[in-house]
């Protein structure tokens, strides 16, 4: 049982560790980024909504997030615990969550928050390539694929996100400084918050969430 979540600025590491986490923990992965692309994708009206937000790298707005996050939390798949990635995002939502979580009598365990300086969020993001069929992520220098373009994991083509160009990485980072950086706050005052450094090698990054979370 872990109930978990990941903050952090955009390209810190969030999906990831995701990954790695909910291998080891067996819980599900929940990323409201990742819901929302997969409503792009499929042409749904929550999709049409949220694409213009995320393209020019502003928030989607706090009640459709909050809707489909705890709509989410409410599958069967999340009574032994979830690691949520990207979300809470704002205070507002961070005080929706611990309203749902109260009123389902849980608690959450820790909050992971990776950090990671600018300069190196900025090279992360725009050497980003992502898998179109599992969504595993890569790195053109940092993390590359065995062979060019092709997903190791599943043979799947490499894409490159729309919001990972210089100018909207730029504008997701003042978002995150301005709107979700107080969660750092609000958890440290909630006593459960473990901060993390996210520069350098993953796996290394990886032991000390392990450390965080408890084995
Ligand atoms: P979302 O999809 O959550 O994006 P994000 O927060 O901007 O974070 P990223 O996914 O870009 O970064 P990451 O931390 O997952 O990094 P990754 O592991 O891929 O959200 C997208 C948009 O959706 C938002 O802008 C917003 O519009 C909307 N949205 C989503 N949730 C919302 C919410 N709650 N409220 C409102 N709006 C919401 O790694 C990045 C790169 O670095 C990769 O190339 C990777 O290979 C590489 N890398 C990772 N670790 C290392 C390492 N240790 N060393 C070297 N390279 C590494
Ligand atoms: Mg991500
Ligand atoms: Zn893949």
Redesign the pocket.
Known sequence: MLRTI?L???????????VKIVEKYGIPHI???????ENIKNGTELGKK?QE??N???????E??VEI?TDRLLKDDCKEGFLL??????VF?AEKLDEFLQAHGQKLDVVID?E?EKQ?LLT??T????CRKCGA????V??PPKKEGICDICGGELFQ?D??TVETVEN?IE??KAQTMPLVDYYKKAGNLAEID?????D??FADIVKALGE
């Open positions: 990941l952090g600025p955009p390209g810190a590491g969030k999906g990831t560790q995701a990323s409201t980024g990742d819901i929302f692309r949220a937000y995320m020019r790298g502003e928030l989607v707005p706090d459709l997030v996050a990635d990207g979300f809470p995002r704002t939502q990776i990671v190196e992360r993001l050497g980003r390539r992502v992520s890569y790195h053109i940092n993390i996100r919001d990972d997701r978002v995150y996210g520069s350098g090698d993953l290394r990054v």
